[in-house]
Protein backbone atom coordinates (compact mmCIF):
# COMPACT_ATOMS: atom_id res chain seq x y z
CA UNK A 1 0.00 0.00 0.00
CA UNK A 2 2.98 2.22 -0.59
CA UNK A 3 1.27 4.20 -3.27
CA UNK A 4 -1.53 5.01 -1.12
CA UNK A 5 0.20 6.90 1.63
CA UNK A 6 2.61 8.92 -0.96
CA UNK A 7 -0.65 10.36 -2.41
CA UNK A 8 0.05 13.89 -2.18
CA UNK A 9 -2.01 16.25 0.59
CA UNK A 10 -4.05 17.32 -2.44
CA UNK A 11 -5.05 14.37 -4.08
CA UNK A 12 -6.19 13.15 -0.57
CA UNK A 13 -8.22 17.02 -0.52
CA UNK A 14 -9.78 16.47 -3.74
CA UNK A 15 -10.63 12.43 -2.52
CA UNK A 16 -12.72 13.35 0.38
CA UNK A 17 -14.84 16.47 -1.65
CA UNK A 18 -15.74 13.75 -4.06
CA UNK A 19 -16.94 11.28 -1.47
CA UNK A 20 -19.00 13.88 -0.18
CA UNK A 21 -20.48 14.21 -3.88
CA UNK A 22 -21.21 10.56 -4.62
CA UNK A 23 -23.08 9.92 -1.72
CA UNK A 24 -26.10 8.76 -3.80
CA UNK A 25 -23.61 6.15 -5.14
CA UNK A 26 -22.67 5.18 -1.69
CA UNK A 27 -25.88 4.75 -0.41
CA UNK A 28 -26.58 1.64 -2.82
CA UNK A 29 -26.27 -0.41 0.26
CA UNK A 30 -29.48 0.40 1.54
CA UNK A 31 -30.88 -1.28 -1.66
CA UNK A 32 -28.66 -4.44 -1.91
CA UNK A 33 -30.06 -7.71 -1.16
CA UNK A 34 -28.71 -8.25 2.66
CA UNK A 35 -27.06 -11.44 3.92
CA UNK A 36 -26.00 -11.78 6.82
CA UNK A 37 -23.18 -14.51 5.41
CA UNK A 38 -22.19 -11.13 3.71
CA UNK A 39 -22.64 -8.52 6.18
CA UNK A 40 -20.19 -5.93 7.30
CA UNK A 41 -20.54 -5.60 10.91
CA UNK A 42 -19.05 -3.10 13.02
CA UNK A 43 -18.04 -3.75 16.83
CA UNK A 44 -17.88 -1.14 19.29
CA UNK A 45 -17.54 -0.70 23.54
CA UNK A 46 -20.51 1.09 24.38
CA UNK A 47 -18.16 2.91 26.87
CA UNK A 48 -15.55 3.76 24.78
CA UNK A 49 -17.10 4.71 21.48
CA UNK A 50 -18.86 8.61 21.70
CA UNK A 51 -20.31 10.67 24.35
CA UNK A 52 -23.67 11.59 22.97
CA UNK A 53 -24.97 12.75 27.10
CA UNK A 54 -22.47 13.77 29.30
CA UNK A 55 -25.09 14.00 32.25
CA UNK A 56 -24.70 10.24 32.72
CA UNK A 57 -21.47 9.70 32.82
CA UNK A 58 -21.21 9.09 36.43
CA UNK A 59 -24.12 6.47 37.57
CA UNK A 60 -24.42 4.47 40.83
CA UNK A 61 -21.75 6.84 42.45
CA UNK A 62 -19.10 5.37 40.68
CA UNK A 63 -16.44 7.53 41.35
CA UNK A 64 -13.63 5.22 42.65
CA UNK A 65 -10.35 6.10 41.32
CA UNK A 66 -9.32 3.16 38.69
CA UNK A 67 -6.16 1.58 37.01
CA UNK A 68 -6.03 3.29 33.41
CA UNK A 69 -9.00 2.61 31.00
CA UNK A 70 -10.69 0.59 33.95
CA UNK A 71 -13.86 2.73 35.19
CA UNK A 72 -16.56 4.42 32.70
CA UNK A 73 -15.15 7.20 30.19
CA UNK A 74 -18.68 8.62 29.07
CA UNK A 75 -19.80 6.07 25.90
CA UNK A 76 -23.20 5.86 25.83
CA UNK A 77 -26.26 4.61 23.73
CA UNK A 78 -27.08 8.50 22.42
CA UNK A 79 -23.17 8.84 20.98
CA UNK A 80 -23.55 5.58 19.19
CA UNK A 81 -27.26 7.59 17.44
CA UNK A 82 -25.62 10.58 16.56
CA UNK A 83 -23.19 9.00 14.73
CA UNK A 84 -25.54 6.57 13.07
CA UNK A 85 -27.38 9.73 12.09
CA UNK A 86 -24.63 11.44 10.71
CA UNK A 87 -24.10 8.92 7.83
CA UNK A 88 -20.78 7.62 9.71
CA UNK A 89 -21.46 3.86 9.49
CA UNK A 90 -23.22 4.38 6.06
CA UNK A 91 -19.97 6.06 4.72
CA UNK A 92 -17.87 3.25 6.11
CA UNK A 93 -20.20 0.63 4.19
CA UNK A 94 -20.95 -1.00 7.65
CA UNK A 95 -24.68 -2.66 7.99
CA UNK A 96 -24.83 -4.34 11.21
CA UNK A 97 -24.18 -2.63 14.21
CA UNK A 98 -22.88 -5.16 17.72
CA UNK A 99 -22.60 -3.77 21.03
CA UNK A 100 -21.11 -4.53 24.36
CA UNK A 101 -23.53 -5.90 26.55
CA UNK A 102 -26.00 -3.03 28.17
CA UNK A 103 -27.42 -4.22 30.90
CA UNK A 104 -27.41 -2.82 34.44
CA UNK A 105 -23.57 -3.68 35.61
CA UNK A 106 -22.49 -4.07 39.06
CA UNK A 107 -22.46 -0.44 40.91
CA UNK A 108 -19.38 -1.83 43.12
CA UNK A 109 -15.89 -2.00 41.79
CA UNK A 110 -13.10 -5.33 41.61
CA UNK A 111 -9.13 -4.92 42.82
CA UNK A 112 -7.71 -8.21 40.78
CA UNK A 113 -4.35 -6.82 40.38
CA UNK A 114 -4.60 -4.72 37.25
CA UNK A 115 -5.90 -1.65 39.69
CA UNK A 116 -9.46 -0.86 40.27
CA UNK A 117 -12.37 -1.46 37.99
CA UNK A 118 -15.60 -0.72 37.19
CA UNK A 119 -18.07 -2.39 34.63
CA UNK A 120 -17.30 -0.23 31.80
CA UNK A 121 -17.45 -3.50 29.16
CA UNK A 122 -20.88 -4.28 29.93
CA UNK A 123 -19.86 -8.28 31.17
CA UNK A 124 -20.28 -7.45 34.71
CA UNK A 125 -24.62 -7.68 34.85
CA UNK A 126 -26.37 -6.65 37.74
CA UNK A 127 -29.78 -6.32 36.38
CA UNK A 128 -30.57 -8.11 32.74
CA UNK A 129 -33.94 -6.36 32.82
CA UNK A 130 -32.64 -2.60 32.96
CA UNK A 131 -30.59 -0.48 30.89
CA UNK A 132 -27.18 0.70 32.95
CA UNK A 133 -27.85 4.42 33.26
CA UNK A 134 -24.31 5.30 32.14
CA UNK A 135 -25.15 3.92 28.86
CA UNK A 136 -28.55 5.30 28.68
CA UNK A 137 -32.51 4.67 28.88
CA UNK A 138 -34.66 2.80 26.84
CA UNK A 139 -36.18 5.39 25.08
CA UNK A 140 -32.09 5.95 23.69
CA UNK A 141 -32.18 2.40 22.38
CA UNK A 142 -35.17 2.58 21.27
CA UNK A 143 -34.44 5.69 18.71
CA UNK A 144 -30.80 3.77 18.24
CA UNK A 145 -32.69 0.97 16.65
CA UNK A 146 -35.05 2.83 14.34
CA UNK A 147 -32.46 5.73 13.46
CA UNK A 148 -30.22 2.59 12.35
CA UNK A 149 -33.19 0.72 10.59
CA UNK A 150 -33.74 3.57 8.90
CA UNK A 151 -30.29 3.45 7.09
CA UNK A 152 -30.56 -0.29 6.67
CA UNK A 153 -28.35 -0.80 9.27
CA UNK A 154 -29.16 -3.66 11.81
CA UNK A 155 -28.49 -3.58 15.61
CA UNK A 156 -26.70 -6.72 17.65
CA UNK A 157 -26.71 -6.44 21.66
CA UNK A 158 -24.36 -8.94 23.21
CA UNK A 159 -25.52 -11.95 25.72
CA UNK A 160 -24.44 -12.86 28.73
CA UNK A 161 -25.60 -16.07 30.33
CA UNK A 162 -22.76 -17.83 31.63
CA UNK A 163 -22.19 -15.95 34.46
CA UNK A 164 -23.14 -12.67 36.88
CA UNK A 165 -21.46 -9.80 37.62
CA UNK A 166 -18.61 -10.30 40.53
CA UNK A 167 -19.17 -9.86 44.37
CA UNK A 168 -18.48 -6.40 45.69
CA UNK A 169 -19.65 -4.59 48.85
CA UNK A 170 -22.36 -3.23 46.76
CA UNK A 171 -23.46 -6.45 44.96
CA UNK A 172 -23.48 -9.44 46.91
CA UNK A 173 -23.02 -12.87 45.36
CA UNK A 174 -26.24 -14.71 44.27
CA UNK A 175 -28.40 -17.71 45.84
CA UNK A 176 -26.30 -20.73 45.73
CA UNK A 177 -29.56 -22.32 43.94
CA UNK A 178 -28.48 -19.86 40.97
CA UNK A 179 -24.90 -19.75 41.15
CA UNK A 180 -21.18 -21.49 42.00
CA UNK A 181 -18.37 -19.54 43.55
CA UNK A 182 -16.00 -22.89 43.03
CA UNK A 183 -14.12 -24.39 41.28
CA UNK A 184 -11.95 -22.21 38.92
CA UNK A 185 -11.69 -23.38 35.18
CA UNK A 186 -8.64 -25.31 34.63
CA UNK A 187 -9.93 -25.46 30.81
CA UNK A 188 -7.60 -28.88 30.37
CA UNK A 189 -10.93 -30.74 29.46
CA UNK A 190 -14.97 -29.80 28.54
CA UNK A 191 -16.35 -30.42 32.39
CA UNK A 192 -13.24 -27.69 33.64
CA UNK A 193 -14.32 -25.32 30.86
CA UNK A 194 -18.00 -25.73 31.66
CA UNK A 195 -18.94 -26.27 35.10
CA UNK A 196 -16.60 -23.97 37.00
CA UNK A 197 -16.04 -19.94 36.96
CA UNK A 198 -13.88 -18.42 34.47
CA UNK A 199 -11.87 -16.56 36.90
CA UNK A 200 -11.97 -15.95 40.54
CA UNK A 201 -14.98 -13.93 41.71
CA UNK A 202 -16.97 -14.64 39.15
CA UNK A 203 -19.95 -16.35 39.61
CA UNK A 204 -21.01 -18.95 37.07
CA UNK A 205 -24.51 -19.36 36.56
CA UNK A 206 -25.56 -23.16 36.88
CA UNK A 207 -26.90 -23.13 33.64
CA UNK A 208 -26.87 -27.24 33.66
CA UNK A 209 -29.72 -27.38 36.77
CA UNK A 210 -33.45 -27.86 35.84
CA UNK A 211 -34.35 -27.14 39.38
CA UNK A 212 -37.22 -24.29 39.99
CA UNK A 213 -35.59 -21.52 42.15
CA UNK A 214 -37.05 -18.39 43.42
CA UNK A 215 -35.71 -14.95 41.92
CA UNK A 216 -32.39 -13.77 44.47
CA UNK A 217 -33.71 -11.48 47.00
CA UNK A 218 -31.50 -8.39 46.05
CA UNK A 219 -33.41 -8.25 42.81
CA UNK A 220 -36.27 -8.41 44.37
CA UNK A 221 -35.60 -5.75 46.48
CA UNK A 222 -34.12 -4.09 44.20
CA UNK A 223 -37.70 -4.27 41.94
CA UNK A 224 -39.77 -3.39 44.91
CA UNK A 225 -37.75 0.18 45.45
CA UNK A 226 -37.83 0.83 41.71
CA UNK A 227 -41.68 0.15 41.63
CA UNK A 228 -42.20 -2.89 38.99
CA UNK A 229 -41.27 -5.97 41.11
CA UNK A 230 -45.43 -6.98 40.39
CA UNK A 231 -45.34 -6.44 36.32
CA UNK A 232 -41.98 -8.35 36.68
CA UNK A 233 -42.91 -11.08 38.11
CA UNK A 234 -46.23 -10.95 36.33
CA UNK A 235 -43.94 -11.20 32.70
CA UNK A 236 -42.34 -14.18 34.02
CA UNK A 237 -45.68 -16.32 35.35
CA UNK A 238 -46.62 -15.91 31.66
CA UNK A 239 -43.09 -16.63 30.34
CA UNK A 240 -43.04 -19.94 32.52
CA UNK A 241 -46.54 -20.54 31.39
CA UNK A 242 -46.41 -19.95 27.84
CA UNK A 243 -43.10 -22.06 27.23
CA UNK A 244 -43.81 -24.62 29.87
CA UNK A 245 -39.87 -24.76 31.15
CA UNK A 246 -39.01 -25.21 35.05
CA UNK A 247 -37.82 -22.06 36.66
CA UNK A 248 -34.54 -22.71 36.50
CA UNK A 249 -31.59 -20.08 36.10
CA UNK A 250 -31.17 -20.22 32.65
CA UNK A 251 -34.74 -19.69 31.46
CA UNK A 252 -34.86 -16.58 33.50
CA UNK A 253 -32.20 -14.84 31.85
CA UNK A 254 -33.54 -16.45 28.40
CA UNK A 255 -36.68 -14.51 29.02
CA UNK A 256 -34.95 -11.37 30.13
CA UNK A 257 -32.51 -11.20 27.04
CA UNK A 258 -35.28 -12.71 24.37
CA UNK A 259 -37.46 -9.06 25.85
CA UNK A 260 -34.58 -6.73 24.03
CA UNK A 261 -36.09 -8.52 20.86
CA UNK A 262 -39.47 -7.78 21.53
CA UNK A 263 -39.61 -4.53 22.92
CA UNK A 264 -36.46 -3.23 20.66
CA UNK A 265 -36.68 -4.85 17.47
CA UNK A 266 -32.85 -5.80 17.65
CA UNK A 267 -32.08 -7.74 14.80
CA UNK A 268 -29.18 -10.78 16.50
CA UNK A 269 -27.24 -11.17 19.87
CA UNK A 270 -23.00 -12.01 19.61
CA UNK A 271 -23.38 -14.56 22.52
CA UNK A 272 -20.71 -14.29 25.08
CA UNK A 273 -18.84 -17.52 26.53
CA UNK A 274 -20.25 -19.79 24.57
CA UNK A 275 -17.65 -22.65 25.33
CA UNK A 276 -18.40 -22.28 28.94
CA UNK A 277 -22.04 -22.80 28.81
CA UNK A 278 -23.14 -26.43 28.30
CA UNK A 279 -24.30 -26.89 24.27
CA UNK A 280 -28.12 -27.41 24.94
CA UNK A 281 -28.60 -24.12 26.32
CA UNK A 282 -27.87 -22.34 23.04
CA UNK A 283 -30.30 -24.48 21.31
CA UNK A 284 -32.70 -23.42 23.52
CA UNK A 285 -32.11 -19.56 23.57
CA UNK A 286 -32.23 -20.03 19.79
CA UNK A 287 -35.91 -20.76 20.25
CA UNK A 288 -36.65 -18.56 22.55
CA UNK A 289 -34.59 -15.90 19.79
CA UNK A 290 -36.65 -16.95 17.04
CA UNK A 291 -40.25 -16.99 18.97
CA UNK A 292 -39.30 -13.37 20.38
CA UNK A 293 -38.35 -11.72 16.51
CA UNK A 294 -41.35 -13.94 15.02
CA UNK A 295 -43.48 -11.90 17.73
CA UNK A 296 -42.18 -8.78 17.19
CA UNK A 297 -42.34 -8.71 13.66
CA UNK A 298 -46.18 -9.96 13.69
CA UNK A 299 -46.67 -7.15 16.55
CA UNK A 300 -44.77 -4.38 13.96
CA UNK A 301 -45.30 -5.14 10.61
CA UNK A 302 -44.14 -1.49 9.60
CA UNK A 303 -40.97 -2.01 11.10
CA UNK A 304 -39.47 -5.19 9.55
CA UNK A 305 -36.50 -4.65 7.35
CA UNK A 306 -37.09 -8.32 5.59
CA UNK A 307 -37.44 -11.75 5.56
CA UNK A 308 -34.15 -12.40 7.40
CA UNK A 309 -33.40 -14.42 10.55
CA UNK A 310 -32.56 -13.31 14.03
CA UNK A 311 -28.81 -13.47 13.53
CA UNK A 312 -27.16 -15.70 16.68
CA UNK A 313 -23.43 -15.32 16.49
CA UNK A 314 -21.47 -17.13 18.89
CA UNK A 315 -17.79 -16.27 20.99
CA UNK A 316 -15.89 -19.47 21.06
CA UNK A 317 -13.07 -18.80 22.09
CA UNK A 318 -10.47 -20.01 20.03
CA UNK A 319 -12.23 -21.49 17.49
CA UNK A 320 -11.40 -21.03 13.58
CA UNK A 321 -12.34 -22.30 10.23
CA UNK A 322 -10.32 -24.72 9.98
CA UNK A 323 -12.25 -26.71 12.66
CA UNK A 324 -15.47 -27.02 10.90
CA UNK A 325 -18.58 -27.67 12.36
CA UNK A 326 -16.91 -29.34 15.64
CA UNK A 327 -14.63 -27.66 18.40
CA UNK A 328 -12.50 -29.95 20.00
CA UNK A 329 -11.93 -29.66 23.86
CA UNK A 330 -9.71 -32.84 24.05
CA UNK A 331 -11.77 -35.21 25.36
CA UNK A 332 -15.03 -34.21 23.61
CA UNK A 333 -16.03 -32.79 20.42
CA UNK A 334 -18.86 -30.18 20.26
CA UNK A 335 -20.89 -28.82 17.68
CA UNK A 336 -22.04 -25.22 18.45
CA UNK A 337 -23.50 -24.76 14.83
CA UNK A 338 -26.62 -27.09 14.04
CA UNK A 339 -29.71 -25.94 15.83
CA UNK A 340 -27.71 -23.59 17.78
CA UNK A 341 -25.46 -20.65 15.50
CA UNK A 342 -25.75 -19.50 12.25
CA UNK A 343 -22.44 -18.22 12.42
CA UNK A 344 -19.07 -18.55 15.03
CA UNK A 345 -16.59 -15.43 15.51
CA UNK A 346 -13.12 -16.40 13.45
CA UNK A 347 -10.18 -16.96 15.46
CA UNK A 348 -7.58 -17.93 12.84
CA UNK A 349 -8.41 -14.93 10.04
CA UNK A 350 -5.12 -12.74 11.36
CA UNK A 351 -2.73 -15.78 11.98
CA UNK A 352 -3.38 -17.18 8.41
CA UNK A 353 -2.77 -13.44 6.91
CA UNK A 354 0.30 -13.51 8.72
CA UNK A 355 1.74 -17.33 7.27
CA UNK A 356 -0.36 -17.43 4.08
CA UNK A 357 -0.30 -15.73 0.42
CA UNK A 358 -3.47 -13.89 -0.12
CA UNK A 359 -4.35 -15.88 -2.92
CA UNK A 360 -4.74 -18.79 -0.45
CA UNK A 361 -6.12 -17.39 2.58
CA UNK A 362 -9.09 -16.54 0.17
CA UNK A 363 -9.02 -19.93 -1.45
CA UNK A 364 -8.93 -21.57 1.95
CA UNK A 365 -11.47 -19.31 3.35
CA UNK A 366 -14.17 -20.33 -0.07
CA UNK A 367 -13.55 -23.92 0.37
CA UNK A 368 -14.80 -24.36 3.87
CA UNK A 369 -17.57 -22.06 3.53
CA UNK A 370 -18.52 -23.81 0.11
CA UNK A 371 -18.56 -27.28 1.82
CA UNK A 372 -18.29 -28.09 5.25
CA UNK A 373 -19.82 -24.74 6.78
CA UNK A 374 -22.50 -24.53 3.41
CA UNK A 375 -25.44 -22.48 4.58
CA UNK A 376 -23.67 -21.34 8.08
CA UNK A 377 -21.10 -18.62 8.30
CA UNK A 378 -18.22 -17.37 9.99
CA UNK A 379 -17.15 -13.57 11.54
CA UNK A 380 -13.75 -12.61 10.80
CA UNK A 381 -12.19 -9.90 12.56
CA UNK A 382 -8.10 -9.04 12.90
CA UNK A 383 -8.22 -7.29 16.24
CA UNK A 384 -10.95 -7.37 19.04
CA UNK A 385 -11.60 -6.33 22.86
CA UNK A 386 -10.13 -9.37 24.50
CA UNK A 387 -7.81 -10.63 21.66
CA UNK A 388 -4.18 -9.69 23.39
CA UNK A 389 -2.43 -10.52 19.88
CA UNK A 390 -4.02 -8.51 17.38
CA UNK A 391 -3.06 -8.78 14.19
CA UNK A 392 -1.23 -5.35 14.08
CA UNK A 393 -0.84 -4.32 17.68
CA UNK A 394 1.08 -1.23 16.61
CA UNK A 395 -0.89 -0.26 13.92
CA UNK A 396 2.05 -0.11 11.13
CA UNK A 397 -0.64 -2.36 8.59
CA UNK A 398 -3.67 -0.56 9.03
CA UNK A 399 -4.48 -0.86 4.53
CA UNK A 400 -3.46 -4.37 4.74
CA UNK A 401 -5.98 -5.01 7.79
CA UNK A 402 -8.52 -3.67 5.69
CA UNK A 403 -7.41 -5.34 2.25
CA UNK A 404 -7.81 -8.72 4.02
CA UNK A 405 -10.45 -8.08 6.27
CA UNK A 406 -12.99 -6.45 4.06
CA UNK A 407 -11.75 -8.69 0.98
CA UNK A 408 -11.90 -12.62 2.78
CA UNK A 409 -14.90 -14.55 2.25
CA UNK A 410 -17.03 -14.47 5.48
CA UNK A 411 -18.72 -12.00 7.41
CA UNK A 412 -16.24 -8.95 8.44
CA UNK A 413 -16.13 -7.23 11.74
CA UNK A 414 -14.38 -4.10 12.06
CA UNK A 415 -13.37 -3.43 15.99
CA UNK A 416 -14.38 0.28 16.73
CA UNK A 417 -11.06 2.50 15.21
CA UNK A 418 -9.69 0.08 12.92
CA UNK A 419 -10.89 2.64 10.65
CA UNK A 420 -8.83 5.23 12.23
CA UNK A 421 -5.81 3.09 13.35
CA UNK A 422 -7.06 3.25 16.94
CA UNK A 423 -3.84 2.63 19.30
CA UNK A 424 -4.08 -0.70 20.98
CA UNK A 425 -0.61 -0.03 23.31
CA UNK A 426 -1.64 2.96 26.15
CA UNK A 427 0.74 3.59 28.33
CA UNK A 428 0.12 2.93 31.74
CA UNK A 429 -2.66 0.17 30.76
CA UNK A 430 -2.01 -3.31 31.90
CA UNK A 431 -4.10 -6.00 29.54
CA UNK A 432 -6.92 -5.99 27.89
CA UNK A 433 -7.31 -1.93 28.59
CA UNK A 434 -4.70 -1.37 26.20
CA UNK A 435 -7.85 -2.49 23.31
CA UNK A 436 -10.42 -0.65 24.97
CA UNK A 437 -8.69 3.19 24.33
CA UNK A 438 -10.75 5.55 23.33
CA UNK A 439 -11.84 6.12 19.90
CA UNK A 440 -9.61 9.00 18.18
CA UNK A 441 -12.46 10.85 16.57
CA UNK A 442 -9.59 14.25 16.91
CA UNK A 443 -7.16 12.05 14.40
CA UNK A 444 -9.63 11.76 12.28
CA UNK A 445 -10.53 14.94 12.04
CA UNK A 446 -7.11 16.64 11.87
CA UNK A 447 -4.38 14.03 10.32
CA UNK A 448 -4.08 13.29 6.78
CA UNK A 449 -2.39 10.05 7.51
CA UNK A 450 -5.15 8.76 9.50
CA UNK A 451 -7.83 10.47 6.83
CA UNK A 452 -6.27 8.65 4.02
CA UNK A 453 -6.42 4.93 5.98
CA UNK A 454 -10.07 6.12 6.97
CA UNK A 455 -10.84 6.46 3.36
CA UNK A 456 -9.26 3.36 2.36
CA UNK A 457 -11.44 1.56 4.50
CA UNK A 458 -14.49 3.49 3.52
CA UNK A 459 -14.06 2.58 0.04
CA UNK A 460 -13.86 -1.21 0.55
CA UNK A 461 -16.66 -1.04 3.09
CA UNK A 462 -18.96 0.11 0.80
CA UNK A 463 -17.93 -1.80 -1.90
CA UNK A 464 -18.64 -4.80 0.09
CA UNK A 465 -21.95 -3.26 1.46
CA UNK A 466 -22.93 -3.29 -2.12
CA UNK A 467 -21.82 -6.45 -3.13
CA UNK A 468 -22.68 -9.83 -1.01
CA UNK A 469 -20.72 -11.69 -3.30
CA UNK A 470 -17.68 -10.18 -1.62
CA UNK A 471 -18.75 -12.32 1.53
CA UNK A 472 -20.88 -14.66 0.60
CA UNK A 473 -20.51 -15.47 -3.17
CA UNK A 474 -18.50 -18.10 -4.67
CA UNK A 475 -14.38 -17.05 -4.78
CA UNK A 476 -12.31 -18.12 -8.56
CA UNK A 477 -9.05 -16.88 -8.97
CA UNK A 478 -8.55 -15.41 -12.76
CA UNK A 479 -5.17 -14.94 -12.39
CA UNK A 480 -1.48 -13.76 -10.99
CA UNK A 481 1.16 -12.70 -11.96
CA UNK A 482 3.93 -12.17 -9.68
CA UNK A 483 2.13 -9.95 -6.89
CA UNK A 484 -0.49 -9.29 -9.20
CA UNK A 485 -3.48 -11.43 -8.12
CA UNK A 486 -7.59 -11.20 -9.96
CA UNK A 487 -10.36 -12.90 -8.85
CA UNK A 488 -13.68 -12.65 -9.26
CA UNK A 489 -16.58 -13.61 -6.61
CA UNK A 490 -20.40 -14.24 -7.89
CA UNK A 491 -23.34 -14.60 -5.34
CA UNK A 492 -26.33 -15.32 -7.08
CA UNK A 493 -27.09 -12.38 -9.61
CA UNK A 494 -24.40 -10.12 -8.04
CA UNK A 495 -20.96 -10.03 -9.78
CA UNK A 496 -17.91 -8.18 -9.27
CA UNK A 497 -14.27 -8.53 -10.29
CA UNK A 498 -11.43 -8.03 -8.06
CA UNK A 499 -7.19 -6.94 -8.16
CA UNK A 500 -4.53 -6.12 -6.10
CA UNK A 501 -1.04 -5.25 -5.79
CA UNK A 502 -1.11 -3.55 -9.21
CA UNK A 503 2.46 -1.63 -9.27
CA UNK A 504 1.77 0.45 -12.85
CA UNK A 505 -0.78 2.67 -13.27
CA UNK A 506 -1.68 0.73 -16.72
CA UNK A 507 -4.10 -1.53 -15.57
CA UNK A 508 -5.27 -4.47 -17.59
CA UNK A 509 -7.61 -6.81 -16.48
CA UNK A 510 -9.75 -10.14 -17.81
CA UNK A 511 -12.95 -9.92 -17.01
CA UNK A 512 -13.99 -12.34 -19.61
CA UNK A 513 -15.20 -15.03 -17.12
CA UNK A 514 -17.55 -12.63 -15.62
CA UNK A 515 -18.44 -9.80 -17.86
CA UNK A 516 -19.86 -9.86 -21.51
CA UNK A 517 -17.86 -7.16 -24.71
CA UNK A 518 -19.29 -4.23 -24.30
CA UNK A 519 -20.40 -4.20 -20.39
CA UNK A 520 -19.63 -0.91 -19.11
CA UNK A 521 -17.70 -1.79 -15.82
CA UNK A 522 -17.06 0.58 -12.60
CA UNK A 523 -14.09 0.77 -10.79
CA UNK A 524 -15.24 1.44 -7.46
CA UNK A 525 -11.91 2.50 -6.07
CA UNK A 526 -10.67 4.65 -8.39
CA UNK A 527 -14.40 5.72 -9.48
CA UNK A 528 -13.61 5.49 -12.92
CA UNK A 529 -16.07 4.16 -16.06
CA UNK A 530 -14.33 1.71 -18.48
CA UNK A 531 -16.04 -0.45 -21.08
CA UNK A 532 -14.69 -4.64 -21.72
CA UNK A 533 -12.69 -4.89 -25.35
CA UNK A 534 -11.77 -8.39 -26.22
CA UNK A 535 -12.69 -9.50 -22.72
CA UNK A 536 -10.50 -7.19 -20.91
CA UNK A 537 -10.83 -4.18 -19.31
CA UNK A 538 -7.41 -1.38 -19.94
CA UNK A 539 -7.36 2.46 -17.86
CA UNK A 540 -4.77 4.21 -15.74
CA UNK A 541 -5.40 4.20 -12.04
CA UNK A 542 -2.74 5.59 -9.05
CA UNK A 543 -3.95 2.97 -7.21
CA UNK A 544 -3.40 -0.77 -6.67
CA UNK A 545 -6.60 -1.69 -5.77
CA UNK A 546 -8.92 -2.24 -8.92
CA UNK A 547 -12.89 -3.04 -7.63
CA UNK A 548 -14.76 -3.73 -10.38
CA UNK A 549 -18.89 -4.06 -11.03
CA UNK A 550 -21.70 -3.53 -13.32
CA UNK A 551 -22.11 -0.20 -13.93
Known amino acids: MKKIFLLASIALFFSCKQQKSDKSEESKNQNQAFVWEGANVYFLMTDRFNNGDTTNDISYDRTKKTGTLRGFEGGDIKGITKKIKEGYFTDLGINAVWMTPIVEQIHGATDEGTGISYGYHGYWAKDWTNIDSNYGTKEDLKELVAEAHKKGIRILLDAVINHTGPVTEKDPVWPSSWVRTEPQCTYDNYKNTVTCTLVKNLPDIKTESNENVALPPQLVAKWKAEGRYEQEVKE ?72 NHFYLVGEVYNYGISAGKAFDFGDKKVNYFDKAFNSLINFELKWNVKQMAQKDVFQRYDSILQTDLKNYGILNYMSSHDDGQPFDRERNMPFKTATMLLLTPGTSQVYYGDENARELIVEGAVGDANLRSLMNWENLKTDPQTQQIHTHWQKLGQFRANHPAIGAGKHQLISQVTNELVFSR ?34 FYSKQTVKVVDGKVKFNSEFDIVLLEKK
Not at 492 to 497: C, I, L
Open 490 to 523: IYREDKVVVGLNFNNKNVIIDVSSVFKNGDELHD
Open 236 to 307: LDAFFKRTGYPRAPRFYIMKWLTDYITEFGIDGYRVDTVKHTEEFVWQEFKVECDYAFEMFKKNNPDKVLDD
